[in-house]
């Protein structure tokens, strides 16, 4: 049955009250998007993850560090540090899966960090948001994090599409991606968040590149895009992976299981894409 399916959530957020409190208040452009779509979510500590996770079903989930840049304010909006992040999941390593971030305008700090997360703590990716800063996958600033990602062996991964929050757009257009996988092939690169409203093109990337992934994180799954589901039910069932967002693990585990796709195509994204590209 398809209930049973363990899930594998690749894209989440530091849970803690603290963390909450870092990624949606920390900028002009979350405070806004809070206040647009609704309230924030509520934190709460390892161990009551953990068994929300149980409830709901899941096997891991990812969680990002994340260092958002503020496009009003020109500075760092959000800054979830890989240490906060560890310090979160360091009792359920078995469970939580930590994934370190890239600060394209601290080129250096930023590959020696990941190399630390990844070293030191086991982290097992790394995570960018970037269109605060108006800058696109194949910007040079962010070669140095595909070099560094390619040498250790992890899955980059990006918000592509466009940004809820008020931040430009363009820059997340998955056609930008075509050049990143064409320059680093050994590259495995995750566009997140669906590539909305932009998802045919993103289905291109992905059905041309073999290094290209998607994941359907931030969009309930009941309202994703009608060619991205088709995709995903056909050629692209070992291309698409499940995030949350951190918008409900339950909400959107139930929404995906009601989907009119094939329990071949549940299996595979919920939990065996994940395995698979994330070594999991």
Not at 59 to 65: D, G, H, R, V
Not at 136 to 162: N, T, V
Request: net charge neutral; with cysteine.
């Amino acid at each position: 049955m398809d209930e049973n399916i363990m899930a594998i959530d690749v894209m989440n957020y530091l849970f803690t009250p603290e963390g909450i409190d870092k990624f949606f208040l920390g900028s002009p452009e979350m405070r806004e998007m809070v206040e647009r779509v609704g309230k924030k979510p509520q934190g709460c500590s390892p161990d009551e993850f953990i068994s929300q996770m149980d409830e709901a079903g899941y096997e891991k989930i990812l969680i990002a560090s994340v260092r958002m840049g503020s496009y009003k304010q020109r500075w760092l909006g959000a800054d979830i540090t890989q240490e906060e992040v560890y310090k979160a999941i360091r009792k359920h390593t078995d469970r939580l899966v930590g994934l370190a971030t890239y600060d394209p305008l601290n080129i250096m700090e930023s590959v020696n960090r990941i190399e630390a997360a990844v070293k030191e703590y086991g982290f097992k990716g790394v995570y960018c948001h970037a269109l605060g800063w108006d800058i696109r996958p194949d910007d040079r600033r962010m070669y140095p994090c595909y070099m560094k990602c390619i040498e250790l062996g992890i899955p980059f991964s990006m918000q592509i599409g466009h940004s809820l929050e008020q931040m430009p757009s363009e820059a997340g257009r998955p056609i930008y991606i075509d050049k990143v996988a064409l320059d680093f092939p050994d590259l495995t690169f995750i566009a997140s968040h669906t590539g909305w409203p932009w998802c045919e093109e993103l289905i291109a990337m992905a059905s041309k590149h073999n290094n290209v992934y998607v994941d359907i994180s931030a969009h309930f799954p009941r309202y994703l895009d009608r060619s991205l589901a088709q995709f995903m039910d056909t050629r692209g069932r070992h291309k698409v992976l499940f995030g949350t967002n951190g918008m409900g693990l339950g909400r959107f585990k139930k929404q995906f299981l009601q989907l009119a796709v094939k329990e071949e195509t549940k299996r595979s994204v919920l939990r065996e894409n994940a395995l698979r590209v994330f070594k999991l």
